[in-house]
């Protein structure tokens, strides 16, 4: 079955604590991203990756950081989380970032940080 | 910068009634448009997308969207609700200068009432 899955689904931890979300697609899509979704804020871009090696900043970096080291994996890491980093982080992917391309979305990880 | 507007956070209709749920982006080049669907501890699904072809556009699940460039909008319409269809939806807009970049209101939760 064509998906992406993200691991955890949800996950408590405290300020300072070095976590990964990791995110798979086995579609061979070239376009995967990252996004956190806040109440009333909808969905906002953390990072993307066009293809392995590529990666750069969306809209919402500060405080993440990613790698694109094989096409099928691109983990989230946050080195030093904090409480404002609560919230619920969706991966996606698409075939290429051409315009029309749809994306794909995981089931989302919610992120507790105390 | 590119925004997309969505008109009311929560939408409550009578199971069987129209379903009404307002997109607006702000762009004077029409950009690529979605619409996603979120159920509840679930990922985002697409509904539907506009890429300049038909004005009209069909989706999955009954649903359509009008784009209406005169209006800058892409309401997202179903002629007779489902209880099934209680979810977040939420529009997304993709800049023609940035491809890689999916812009996403801040979403409308659909109510329905038996």
């Known amino acids: 079955e064509a998906q992406v899955t993200q691991n955890p689904r949800y996950l408590i931890t405290v300020t300072g604590k070095k976590l990964t979300v990791t995110c798979s697609q086995n579609?061979?899509?070239?376009?995967m991203s990252w996004y956190r979704q806040d109440p009333g804020l909808g969905l906002r871009q953390i990072y993307y990756s066009m293809n392995v090696e590529v990666t750069d900043k969306g809209d919402v970096p500060e405080g993440y950081k990613v790698s694109r080291k094989e096409k099928r994996n691109f983990p989230l890491i946050l080195e030093s989380p904090s409480p404002n980093q609560t919230s619920l982080y969706f991966c996606a992917s698409s075939l290429s970032y051409t315009s029309t391309d749809t994306q794909y979305f995981g089931p989302g990880t919610r992120l507790t940080v105390l | 910068a590119q925004s997309v507007t969505q008109l009311g956070s929560h939408v409550s209709v009578s199971e069987g009634a129209l379903v009404l749920l307002r997109c607006n982006y702000s762009s004077s080049v029409p950009p690529y448009l979605f619409w996603y669907v979120q159920y509840p501890n679930q990922g985002l699904q697409l509904l539907l997308k506009y890429t300049s072809a038909a004005t009209l556009v069909k989706g999955i699940n009954g649903f359509e969207a009008e784009f209406k460039k005169s209006e800058t909008s892409f309401h997202l319409t179903k002629p007779s609700a489902h209880m099934s269809d209680a979810a977040e939806y939420f529009c997304a807009v993709r800049p023609m200068d940035s491809s890689y970049k999916l812009i996403f209101g801040s979403g409308t939760r659909l109510l329905v009432r038996p």
């Open positions: 579609m061979n899509h070239e376009y």
